[in-house]
């Protein structure tokens, strides 16, 4: 048991520390709203993490991965999102988020932003499908020992954007001021739209 953990760790972290498009949602989120709604977003992305190491525990993301409807729509929809967040950051102006009152903007900023960006990405639900198994030792019940190495995969998430956020002190009153947000708007919202195209277009 614990060879298997000791060899899933550094394998985890190096996963953990590829930036993805929770990393884009919570950096987008800092630049729009500071630390506050950037932590917001972080328990939002640890909650979708969350469920989708329950539902690959219980083996719901493999009934997914066989279902090429359910993962096709739930693809596509993740992308659109993904996309619809890129748009309206290229179209900010940064001084400010005119819909960040309504239950639009809600649904792209905080917590459920951060929560929908996992929950609508099925290749996170066949990634812990497919990585977990491969460490449960022989003779444990993959069930339970998935759900284990999946709460490690979350804590070390939680590690990261710990890091990144106290790292991100020095540079909140730089990024405070119209012209550098409406530049880092653009970055990121040109990224996040890669995101969705690729993962649409992806297989």
């Given at each position: 048991m614990?060879?298997s ?9 190096l ?9 884009l ?13 950037a ?16 539902t ?8 997914l ?15 659109c999102?993904l996309v ?22 809600v649904?792209r900023?905080?917590y ?7 929950l ?8 812990f ?46 990024i ?8 880092l ?9 890669g ?9």
């Amino acid at each position: 048991m614990l060879t298997s953990l000791l060899a899933f760790i550094p394998a985890a972290v190096l996963i953990v520390l590829l930036p993805g498009p929770d990393t884009l949602v919570v950096v987008r989120n800092l630049v729009r709203g500071g630390r506050r709604q950037a932590l917001s977003a972080v328990l939002g992305v640890l909650s979708g993490l969350g469920v989708w190491v329950v539902t690959a525990a219980l083996g719901l993301s493999a009934v997914l991965r066989a279902s090429n409807d359910a993962y096709l729509g739930l693809r596509l929809a993740g992308a659109c999102y993904l996309v619809g967040m890129g748009v309206r950051s290229l179209r900010s102006r940064g001084a400010g988020d005119p819909a960040g009152g309504s239950a639009i903007g809600v649904l792209r900023t905080g917590y459920v932003g951060g929560l929908l960006t996992d929950l609508l990405n099925p290749k996170v639900g066949v990634f812990f499908v497919t990585f977990l198994p491969g460490f449960v030792p022989h003779g444990f019940p993959v069930g339970w020992f998935s759900l284990l190495l999946g709460g490690v995969f979350v804590v070390l998430t939680a590690a990261y954007f710990a890091v990144l956020l106290r790292a991100s002190e020095p540079v909140t009153r730089w990024i405070a001021t119209a012209r550098i947000r409406r530049r880092l708007d653009r970055c990121t919202g040109l990224v996040l739209v890669g995101f969705g195209v690729r993962l649409a277009l992806e297989p």
